[in-house]
């Protein structure tokens, strides 16, 4: 039986004055496949994701561990991270804006990590940045490699994030909310573009997202956080077409359908 890829057993975070931020949480993501976490703010989907690209904040507290390709991974200071991060795990943030370097044109930003991961030369660094961005479809991706960040649109802005994340081929993609603020046309080119990498690169994909019509459309599997309690799993139409937790029952009758009114979610369990 193949290994998986990824492997949280018994994950649980905690603040320094013991606040619990996630609760004995354990996964499993194979190798081109697609695993989806849903939540509302503060239910500990993107904790989970810094902690399985060891970006969690200093002064937290952390049991369990996490095994990627058969091995744990190492502490958070630990400079195994810099032939693990970018290189086998890559991640796409959530606002664009915010992770790219506003000082830097694009083609520095995509070019940085193959210059310096796989010792080429900044001319030819950037001739490949060029490449990548044309494989997210950047139009004229060439005059778009020289701009800097806010002379791109919020979508063209997210593809340059998948373009950093995925430039030396990792193994696993984090995708924490990566159709947020983005117009309904954009998130499905976003969400093919994904399910395309997915697909050629066989990598494995973890997409955070607060949207049931996201993570239907390009996930397989699905865990259902709460207050960093996992409240319920597995296939991920299952899930969203026949939900057996109130929480998930709540967070899909909470998705507007043409009403403003703000629904409370069920804070009890089933």
Same mark, same amino acid.
Request: net charge neutral; glycine share 10%.
């Given at each position: ?6 492997? @949280? ?10 606040? $619990? ?6 996964? /499993? ?16 989907k993107t904790m ?8 969690? $904040? ?18 958070? !200071? ?22 790219? !370097?506003? %000082?830097?044109?694009?083609?520095? *930003? ?19 940045? @060029? ?24 979508? *063209?802005?997210?593809? @340059? ?5 995925? %430039? ?52 397989? !599997? ?13 296939? /991920?139409? *299952? @899930?969203? /077409? ?15 359908r043409g009403s ?5 979610? $069920?804070?009890?369990?089933?």
């Open positions: 039986m193949t290994q998986p890829l990824v492997r @949280v057993e018994g994950l649980s975070i905690e603040t320094a004055s013991g606040r $619990p931020i996630l609760r004995d949480l354990s996964l /499993t993501l194979g190798r081109g496949k697609t695993l989806g976490l849903a939540g509302e703010s503060g239910s500990g989970t994701a810094l902690g399985v690209i060891g970006l969690l $904040p200093a002064g937290l507290k952390t049991t369990g561990r996490i095994v990627f390709e058969d091995n744990p991974l190492p502490d958070a !200071n630990d400079p195994a991270w810099d032939d693990i991060r970018g290189r086998r795990i890559g991640m796409v943030f959530q606002e664009p804006l915010t992770a790219l !370097n506003p %000082a830097m044109s694009i083609a520095d *930003q995509v070019a940085e990590g193959l210059v310096r991961h796989r010792g080429i030369g900044w001319r030819q660094g950037r001739r490949d940045a @060029v490449a990548l961005l044309d494989r997210v479809r950047i139009p004229r991706a060439a005059e778009r490699a020289k701009n800097y960040p806010h002379e791109l649109s919020g979508g *063209q802005r997210q593809r @340059v994030g998948i373009a950093i994340a995925i %430039a030396l081929r990792p193994a696993l993609l984090i995708a924490d909310e990566p159709t947020t603020a983005l117009d309904v046309t954009v998130q499905r080119e976003i969400l093919d573009l994904l399910s395309e990498l997915v697909r050629d690169e066989e990598m494995a994909l973890m997409l955070i997202s607060h949207n049931p019509g996201v993570l239907s459309y390009a996930t397989e !599997n699905l865990l259902v956080l709460r207050h960093g309690d996992c409240v319920e799993s597995g296939p /991920t139409r *299952q @899930v969203l /077409t026949a939900p057996s937790h109130a929480y998930t029952r709540g967070l899909l009758e909470a998705i507007p403003h009114r703000q629904r409370r979610l $069920p804070m009890e369990g089933r």
